[in-house]
């Protein structure tokens, strides 16, 4: 069937993401919308305040990314914020457009790996030293250091950096070695496809016919039977191949909640290896060196400042210096630590303390609605369990750095519309209903971020 505009535009947004530096497309890029997608036309909504900046500069890389991710004559419009589709095409589904969006999806199939993320870009410190050593040695000498390579840690400490960091290094230096990454739910994704289209032969060619597979988030496999058990066989058919598998959690894999014994202790048969939060000195090097890839002039002082204040994560580091650097550009001020104080507080300070995970987020929320944690993640529609499922969706949004997309994989891969439907709901409801404000606002405590 054909690409729904939703799934386009995440499409073209990981395009954007992919080939613009974080600073510039948090301040330029994000904000944008989609307002419809008509033949193999996008018209995308852009706030008032950067519409004609917007139209002017990056006009050319929106359109490069329609027709990289949607259809190689896409074109793109960037409107205002009252515009609405003509009448006779009032229709935002995609018109007679199923080899545009879909038919062609095989000619762009990729690697899967952000060119962005290296080992040069990788800032080694105490608590990730042992980790960049194991991947450096699997990169150098695929299938014979360490296989498989189980990487586990809070997120955005850089485990993900590292599996891209192997994979990039393999394809530069590797002499045609062929490298395959993927999410869990990309995993996924690909094989309910390949089931529904009868083309499982080609999907198990495409892993277990790679050299190095990268697999990310392999937490997400809870709830999942059917794709742990092919996951079961590929990791199997690969390892005793001597191809090179590397995979990355949010936990240990004895942790990982409904994962049987016999992947429990595949996953434990090669090297196992936690990473921790960076140490305060690391914080700095970090920001420096993001605030030079991305061509981002800001003082030193600044930068400590950031890294004093935000101690969870190389993500919540990397966020809080594009929310300071974007606030200081358009009110046309100078980024000082004064500033850095003012908006991390004036933006809830989210990265300034503690951000908890998905997975503490779940927890909390099933204990507060007496609901099992198993049942967040699974298609139960229990109204308890959908209110609890909800609410959980929400504070992820408020208090952690997930995009809506990673928030939906981590609570049962569900895709970013039904966490924006989510978020939205309990919004309303608290202002209307006490039972869900009152809920809310215990979780926050429970969590340590209790309402002002």
Sequence with gaps: ??????????????????????????????????AAVQGNTVYVRAPEHIRTSVAERYLPLLRRAAAARFDEQALVEVVGTDWEPPAAESSTQVAGSAEGANGRGAVHQRDGLNPKYTFDQFVIGEGNRFAHAAALAVAELPGHSYNPLFLHGSPGIGKTHLLHAIGNYVERYGSGLRVRYATIEEFTSEFVE???VKSTADFKQRFRGADVVLIDDVQ?????????????????AL????????????????????????LTERFRSGL?????????????????????????????????????????????????????V????????????????HVLHRLGDSTATD?????????????????ERGALLARDRRPAVATARQVAMFLAR????????????????????????????VSVAMHSDDSVRSAVHNLRRRLGRPSS
């Design 272 to 324: 196992v290896v936690e990473l921790d939060a960076p140490e305060l000195e690391v914080r700095r090097v970090i920001l420096a060196k993001r605030a030079r890839f991305d061509s981002i002039e800001v003082d030193g002082a600044v930068l400590a400042e950031i890294a004093d204040h935000v101690t969870t994560s190389v993500r919540a580091l990397e966020g809080a210096l594009i929310r300071v």
């Design 326 to 341: 974007a606030y200081a550009s358009l009110k046309e001020e100078p980024a000082t630590p004064a500033l850095v104080r």
């Design 239 to 262: 390892v005793g191949a001597g191809r090179q598998l590397v995979m990355s959690a949010d936990c240990a894999p004895e942790d990982i909640p409904g994962l049987e014994d016999r």
């Design 398 to 425: 408020e208090l952690t750095e997930h995009s809506l997309p990673e928030i939906g994989r981590g609570v049962g891969g569900r895709n970013h519309s039904t966490v924006l439907h989510a978020v939205n709901r």
């Design 355 to 371: 951000a908890c995970g998905i997975g503490e987020i779940l927890d909390a929320a099933a204990q507060e609605f007496g609901v």
């Design 194 to 196: 390949a089931v529904r």
């Design 1 to 34: 069937m054909p690409a729904q505009p939703d799934e386009i535009w995440d499409d073209i947004r990981d395009e954007l993401r992919r080939e613009t530096p974080d600073f510039k497309f948090h301040i330029w890029l994000e904000p944008l919308q989609l």
């Design 220 to 236: 997400f496999l809870t709830g999942r039977t059917r794709t742990r058990e092919e996951f079961f066989h590929t990791f199997n």
